[in-house]
Structure formats: C-alpha cells, structure tokens
C-alpha cells in the first residue's frame, strides 16, 4: 500500500489541524493504521492507532483528549484531528501501516510508512 499524508501547517497555540492519509494500491481494511511523529533531534514516537474496521484505537498520554484518529475505509483515508495544539505538538508527522487488522505502537511493527507533513504551532 502507497501512502499520502497532508494537512499539516503553521498553527497558534490552542488551534486545531486535521491531519489525512490516502492510502492506495492495496485493500485499505486489511491494514492497521497509526501516526507518528518526529521532532527535529527526536526519535519518531507513536502518537496514534486505530484498527482495521476502527473498532479499537490507543494513544499516546500527551495527545489523550485532544487527538483523534479515525479511518473511512469507503475512501481509503485515515485522519488525525488534533484538537488544542500546542508547541510540543510540533513535528513532521508520519502514517502507517501494518500488515495486519491489529493496531500497535511500534515502530518497528508498520511496514509501509507515508512522506510525513509538517505541523508547527507556534505564536
């Protein structure tokens, strides 16, 4: 599976961005879907997972409240709304795929990753 991510930007403290990644080239529900993010001099680090079907998703604490993830398997897409940003949030964000309907938080369990789109929050 091919994967395209879009939406990020240059947003204040407290707003919001909604995060999109287009999968294509193979069924879109048989894979597991995550987001991670990488900040210059960090390791990428899990933000966000959802299920084949979206009937479980996990997230990392510092994003509990304010992230949401969800996938419209009709349209191959899965989203990343993120609610209250702030500075920490900033990075290049990245999605994934796992082949498999099961969601985890590695790194090293997603075999097919997206381009990354940059979110930047800053005032």
């Known amino acids: 599976v091919q994967l395209q991510a879009s939406g990020g930007g240059l947003v204040q403290p407290g707003e919001s961005l909604r995060l999109s990644c287009a999968g294509s080239?193979?069924?879109?529900?048989?894979?597991?879907m995550a987001w991670f993010r990488q900040a210059p001099g960090k390791e990428r680090e899990f933000v966000a997972a959802?299920?084949?079907?979206?009937?479980?998703?996990y997230y990392v604490d510092s994003v509990k409240g304010r992230f949401t993830i969800s996938r419209d398997n009709a349209k191959n897409t899965v989203y990343l709304q993120m609610n209250s940003l702030k500075p920490e949030d900033s990075a290049v964000y990245y999605c994934a795929a796992r082949n498999s309907g099961t969601a985890y938080v590695a790194v090293r369990e997603y075999q097919h990753w997206g381009q990354g789109t940059e979110v930047t929050v800053s005032s």
């Open positions: 959802i299920s084949w079907i979206g009937g479980w998703t």
């Open positions: 080239g193979r069924t879109f529900t048989n894979y597991a």
